[in-house]
Structure formats: structure tokens, C-alpha cells
């Protein structure tokens, strides 16, 4: 077992900003991807965003392009998931998860236990 630890969550604004961080101890991150993923209550585990080992390939789902913004921290063996202007339906648990590519929720191989965003005003 992989040890994937989430933090950053809590409650934020709308309009305002968190940043979600992703530490992982025993592998080094930079040869995995990265997938962050949320569930919101009463609704399925949606992937939000996905970096890979590349580091210049990114992804995200439409509803946070624009606003949320991946990236890795070699030094810190950490990947950060920046929300800005967060909207009341980003509520939701937020994991983040590693594999060898970026390509849905069912080929991640470890997941941290997940940190709890809540927009509201």
C-alpha cells in the first residue's frame, strides 16, 4: 500500500481560492501519474484533473478549466491542485490517486483517504 495523503481541503467562498496538496511516502511521484478525483454526495467519483509523468501534459474535466490548476513539486514529492473561483457545486471529497497513465478512475492503482472541500458563501 501506497501512502497518498490529501490536505488543503476545507471551507472556502465562492470566488475565493485553495490549494489541495498530495504527498505521497515510499514512491516517487514524478513516475506516476496524477489524478485528482471527487465525489459529491449522493453522486459518482468524478475525475477533476490529470497530470502526467511528462509533467507538461495536463488534464481537466470542463467544468474546472479556467479555475483549477495541477502541478507537481519534484523537491516537496507532492502534487497541488490550485481552485480558484471555487463554485458551491466543487463541494465534494477530493482524492488524489496514482497510476501509470492518466485514464480514468479504474486503472489507479493507490488512493489517499481523500480531504473535504465545501464552497458556500
Known amino acids: 500500500q501506497v501512502p497518498l495523503v490529501e490536505s488543503g481541503g476545507g471551507l472556502v467562498h465562492p470566488g475565493g481560492s485553495l490549494r489541495l496538496s498530495c504527498a505521497a511516502s515510499?514512491?516517487?511521484?514524478?513516475?506516476?501519474?496524477i489524478g485528482w478525483f471527487r465525489q459529491a454526495p449522493g453522486k459518482e467519483r468524478e475525475g477533476v484533473s490529470c497530470i502526467k509523468t511528462s509533467k507538461k501534459d495536463t488534464y481537466y474535466t470542463d467544468s474546472v478549466k479556467g479555475r483549477f490548476t495541477i502541478s507537481r513539486d519534484s523537491a516537496q514529492n507532492t502534487v497541488f491542485l490550485q481552485m480558484n473561483s471555487p463554485k458551491p457545486e466543487d463541494t465534494a471529497v477530493y482524492y488524489c490517486a496514482i497510476g501509470a497513465a492518466c485514464t480514468g478512475p479504474s486503472t489507479m492503482d493507490y488512493w489517499g483517504k481523500g480531504t473535504l472541500v465545501f464552497v458556500s458563501p
Open positions: 515510499g514512491v516517487i511521484l514524478d513516475y506516476w501519474a
